[in-house]
């Protein structure tokens, strides 16, 4: 079991910038691939982020690369999701969630993330 908790998220103004955490406890991250999903009110949870085990590998949706930064500290058990330039169309419920997964197909896909935090809140007001 691994119990994931996300941190970090607020009220930002379009252009400013965020860095969301996960911390994770139970099992030592380094077994997983990590991820960020993100979900709008009414919509589904969709792939925002992912890494890999050893942190040397890393995807993005098209909407959020050269803005978005995914990186993990395996030492410290936690991930990281360093967002610049947020759009009002960012705003969402973040979730961080990790994955026994190690392809990049896999890393994106929702379906095969085996655990989940309980999300945090990002509003970007335009």
């Known amino acids: 079991q691994v119990q994931l908790v996300e941190s970090g998220g607020g009220l930002v103004q379009a252009g400013g910038s965020l860095r969301l955490s996960c911390a994770a406890s139970?099992?030592?991250?380094?077994?997983?691939?990590m991820g960020w999903f993100r979900q709008a009110p009414g919509k589904e949870r969709d792939f925002v982020a992912a890494?890999?085990?050893?942190?040397?590998?890393?995807y993005y949706v098209d909407s959020v690369k050269g803005r978005f930064t995914i990186s993990r500290d395996n030492a410290k058990n936690t991930v990281y999701l360093q967002m610049v330039s947020l759009k009002p169309e960012d705003t969402a419920v973040y979730y961080c969630?990790?994955?026994?997964?190690?392809?990049?197909?896999?890393?994106?896909?929702?379906?095969?993330?085996?655990?989940w935090g309980q999300g945090t809140q990002v509003t970007v007001s335009s």
């Open positions: 969630a990790a994955t026994l997964s190690t392809s990049s197909y896999g890393m994106r896909s929702r379906s095969l993330y085996n655990y």
């Open positions: 890494i890999n085990r050893s942190g040397d590998s890393t």
């Open positions: 139970g099992r030592t991250l380094s077994r997983y691939g």
